[in-house]
């Protein structure tokens, strides 16, 4: 039972990602073409080949956690935010038959869809959970690698969602996480936007905040290193979310907005 109640964030967020499954939209912003596994420029080529060829997985994250977490055969691994279940599969294929994999997601339709995935791929050491990453629905002390690929950016509470991971993670566990961070404050009238905030650019915040807040939980060695996108992936997010250019200055986005990837571990 969830004791987490959604807020108007978390309504916007699951109602645009309830409608990009349902028109098989993808991305988080929209507008690049990461729609399926085999034409996804996100993760490297020999991943990619581990789920059956023509599987059309749907992505939308912004970078590969996959391989920043280094999995290991027998783990047991957790996707926040785990959409369609792209790294979800991924993970399994790291963690063989003896590992397990679990996905929680707020949006029911996400959810749904992953485990249809699941079910016609065969994969069986997965499953989906509906929740929040706020009230995570996983025991305390269990996972061993935490997972997570452009979702904790939309998150109202992130550092619940740290105190949750940190919760569930057992002693010596890793995090290992592709997020939306920015350097410098976001133009106000950009933050005030749902939209901006579903397409995971109003709720990024600075990635100096990020670390202070996965060290406030107790994380330790917490790494970022930036990713940046170029300014075309920029304009095409910025389109999709229908931004009134003149309200919305996108030069100042250009410059404050990056995926990074970032790493930390709860102590053993
Ligand atoms: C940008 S998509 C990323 C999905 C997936 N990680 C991927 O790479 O394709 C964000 C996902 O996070 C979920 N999400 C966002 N905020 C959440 C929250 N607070 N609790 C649980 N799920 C959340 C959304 O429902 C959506 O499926």
């Known amino acids: 039972m969830t004791t987490q109640t959604p807020t108007p964030i978390h309504e916007a967020v699951r109602e645009h990602y309830a409608e990009r499954i349902k028109n098989n939209a993808s991305c988080c912003g929209g507008g690049s073409d990461c729609s399926s596994t085999s034409e996804s420029n996100l993760y490297p080529a020999e991943l990619l080949t581990t789920l059956p ?63 249809s995935s699941a079910e016609r791929m065969g994969i069986r050491n997965v499953e989906f959970r509906q929740g929040y990453l706020e009230d995570l629905p996983v025991d305390s002390n269990s996972v061993d690698v935490i997972i997570s690929n452009c979702v904790i950016n939309l998150s109202p509470d992130k550092s619940k969602v740290f105190s949750e991971a940190f919760r569930v993670l057992k002693p010596g566990g890793k995090l ?10 976001l133009p106000e009238a950009v933050k005030q936007s749902l939209s901006a905030w579903a397409g995971c650019v109003a709720g990024a915040v600075e990635a100096k905040d ?35 250019v003149n309200k919305y200055p996108r030069e100042a986005v250009y410059k404050a907005v990056y995926s990074a990837k970032i790493t930390a571990f709860k102590p053993a």
């Open 176 to 185: 290992a996480v592709s997020d939306i961070v920015t350097d410098g404050e």
């Open 210 to 244: 990020y670390i202070g807040m996965m060290e406030a939980v107790g994380f330790t060695n917490v790494s970022v290193n930036p990713v940046f996108f170029d300014k075309e992936t920029v304009d095409s997010a910025l389109d999709e979310m229908k931004l009134d």
């Open 53 to 115: 060829a023509g599987e059309s997985a749907v992505s939308y994250g912004c970078g590969d956690p996959i391989t920043l977490a280094a999995l290991q055969p027998g783990q047991t691994v957790l996707d926040l935010g785990s959409g369609a279940g792209l790294d979800c599969f991924f993970a399994t294929k790291k963690v063989g038959e003896g590992g397990r994999v679990i996905g929680v997601d707020m949006t029911p339709e996400m959810v749904a869809r992953a485990r």
